[in-house]
């Protein structure tokens, strides 16, 4: 598959990617080397096998990008199917909604799923609310952020507390809320609830 791949051989390459996982399902890396591959090289490959892409139409281009990216969506879901650690999947997938397709709901939804799962990265939370916020749905990106401070270690910088609650004070002011209104953590802590 790499020697296809590296010759941008595009019937090869997706034949022997779907090959690849059906004699053995288990190893993620082959799923996700997959999906990436079927999203982001294949359609280059096509705009280029049809004049590149100061000659292709962008109209053109965003039905090769659209096409490929829903085979990865397929190819994705078909490694849920046999894998047990969804995580990775999720996050894959919500790239590909992201980046390729330009759902910012549907990425929203993966990158909250994977979040959701057990030992969900903390950058998926604080993306899921930044989406939210892309979408125009301040309130629910305040009140998602506002609920997520609390969880986050405070000495793990993956966590990214700080940056939390940043945002947390930035949709403030957006949202014009008066300082009685105001997210305040100091609380959580008198209160004896864990932060």
């Given at each position: 598959m790499y020697a296809g791949w590296e010759q941008r051989d595009l019937p090869g390459t997706?034949?022997?990617l779907r090959a690849v996982v059906a004699v053995d399902p288990r190893p993620l890396y082959f799923w996700l080397n997959g999906a990436r591959i079927l999203a982001y090289d294949l359609p280059v490959?096509?705009?280029?096998?049809?004049?590149?892409y100061d000659t292709v139409p962008e109209t053109r281009r965003r039905?090769?990008?659209i096409e490929h990216a829903r085979i990865a969506l397929a190819q994705i879901a078909a490694a849920r199917r046999v894998q047990t650690d969804t995580i990775a999947l999720w996050i894959e997938q919500a790239h590909i909604e992201l980046n390729k397709l330009g759902d910012v709901a549907a990425a929203a939804?993966?990158?909250r799923r994977a979040w959701e799962e057990k030992g969900g990265p903390y950058y998926a939370a604080?993306?899921?609310?930044e989406l939210l916020k892309r979408q125009g749905r301040q309130a629910e990106a305040y009140a998602w952020l506002c609920a997520l401070y609390p969880q986050l270690p405070r000495d793990d910088e993956a966590a990214d507390a700080p940056l939390v609650l940043t945002r947390i004070r930035?949709?403030?002011?957006?949202?014009?809320?008066?300082?009685?209104?105001?997210f305040r953590p100091e609380v959580l802590m008198k209160s004896g609830r864990s932060l």
């Open positions: 997706q034949t022997l490959w096509r705009i280029e096998a049809e004049g590149g039905v090769i990008e939804a993966s990158y604080r993306i899921y609310g930035e949709l403030e002011r957006t949202l014009h809320l008066v300082p009685d209104q105001a």
